[in-house]
């Protein structure tokens, strides 16, 4: 597919204040898709902007998103079949802001992202749109019930290097990703 848009904005650096200030000028809409949790201060303005009306929806992978997400705007984990929802977007109004950044707030990479707007938009809308209908994903075991899950794993089929992987991130992290329990549970 070919579309044509028009660039406005070109960031090499964190782009924090580049979110806080479209979501706040923000009128219609807000609609965000993200690899990973918005930030705390990103989860915020997004809730202000819908006390303001606007019309806020967020997705996110439901592999790399632990919390449970009750922000007082539409928000929900999806499944993506074979993998992770790896989008990164944000639909403000007419323009959108997409490129390599995540939206948690947290990151060492040196990134890029854009801000576009014209033809270009229409199609970030429907691509949000579809996430937005993709099956949310399931509840997440966490703590004691996530380590347990994977030790009945090693207890029905012997330690392995990959049970010994998953126990590691499990036990660090407090939960285990809707795909490494299918992996898991799959395990031979």
């Not at 807000?30 to 918005?38: D, I, N, R």
């Not at 997004?46 to 449970?68: F, H, N, P, W």
């Not at 996530?146 to 012997?158: D, L, N, P, S, T």
Request: positive net charge.
């Amino acid at each position: 597919m070919k579309t044509t848009g028009e660039v406005l904005e070109v960031h090499f650096e964190a782009i924090g204040s580049v979110t806080v200030d479209l979501i706040a000028k923000a009128k219609t809409r807000v609609l965000v898709a993200s690899y990973t949790q918005p930030s705390p201060s990103l989860s915020a303005r997004l809730a202000d902007a819908a006390k303001r009306g606007v019309d806020v929806e967020v997705v996110i992978s439901g592999t790399t998103c632990a919390q449970d997400l009750s922000v007082g705007f539409p928000c929900v984990r999806v499944d993506v079949d074979g993998g992770t929802m790896h989008s990164k977007f944000m639909v403000v109004d007419d323009k959108v802001l997409t490129g390599s950044v995540n939206f948690s707030g947290q990151s060492a990479s040196k990134n890029v992202a854009v801000v576009l707007r014209g033809a270009v938009v229409k199609h970030f809308v429907a691509e949000h749109g579809k996430l937005m209908k993709l099956k949310p994903s399931g509840d997440l075991l966490r703590g004691d019930a996530a380590v347990a899950f994977v030790e009945a794993a090693a207890k029905r089929v012997g330690w392995d290097r990959f049970l010994t992987l998953v126990a590691r991130r499990v036990r660090s992290r407090g939960w285990i990703t809707p795909r490494e329990k299918r992996a898991v549970e799959n395990h031979r």
